[in-house]
């Protein structure tokens, strides 16, 4: 299995069935992924201007490559990439599916307060949970 991220693929994304899922954001750096050189999905991530080697990771697999560790691969290949120390993740509370595969990659759900003081604010949604992983350098 070779898992590669190469330049972005607008069109390929937009025919994602899922790419509503992800909001392209101007700051934001994307990749298509490839799975064994077929496109298997879209990662990127939007950089926190006011905390150095930090952002909100976005990914996007094609139904017919999830369980295949595309996700970690994918996510290691981004922060080697770009020399990110720490990631966030916005998450679906019922998207049980990517909570498990990110927490399965040493991703961790913020504590409780943190979660309902970003609600409270506004940065997360009623129905998101938002988890965290420090990459070990």
Known sequence: MVIKI??????????????KKILLNNDGIYYTILYNDERAGVVGFIP?????????VQIIIDPKYRG???????????????????LYATIK????????????????????????DLKRKGFLRE???????????
């Not at 922060?79 to 990110?84: D, F, G, L, P, R």
């Not at 129905?127 to 350098?137: A, F, P």
Request: glycine residues 2%; positive net charge.
């Open 6 to 19: 190469v330049p972005f693929d607008k069109e390929y994304f937009m025919n994602l069935k899922e790419h």
């Open 48 to 56: 926190i201007t006011s905390l150095k080697k930090t952002g909100f």
């Open 93 to 116: 509370e019922n998207n049980v599916a990517s909570i498990r595969a990110h927490k399965k990659i040493g991703f961790k759900i913020i504590d409780d307060n943190k979660l309902i």
């Open 68 to 86: 295949k560790e595309i996700v970690r691969k994918a996510e290691d290949l981004l922060v080697q990439k770009h020399n990110i120390q720490r």
């Open 127 to 137: 129905d998101e949970i938002r988890l965290e992983k420090v990459v070990s350098t």
